[in-house]
């Protein structure tokens, strides 16, 4: 398959990943050790997103002390939308 990236927050259990679907669409996942875990898929319009966006707006995120706001104030700094899956 494609590439999976991973990123574990240092102070908790929380997780963010991304991963290529076989289309070859990106999706992050989110994982709160405990009771949530949510699935979005990076829309790519109009222009093409590249892995390296990503995981830099994940990495920036799972280090903030409140990791959803954080992955969205990043994702819309980098210009690059979700939708829940």
């Given at each position: 398959m494609g590439c999976e990236n991973s ?14 679907t076989r289309a070859g669409r990106f ?27 990503v995981s830099d707006a994940l990495r ?26």
């Open positions: 990123f574990h927050a240092n102070a908790g259990m929380d997780f963010l990943g991304l991963r290529r999706e992050i996942v989110y994982d709160d050790g405990a009771a949530r875990r949510m699935v979005w898929r990076v829309a790519g319009n109009p222009a093409p997103v590249t892995e390296s966006a920036v995120a799972v280090d903030a002390r409140h990791i959803l706001p954080s992955l969205y104030h990043e994702l819309k700094k980098r210009a690059l939308e979700i939708e829940r899956v």
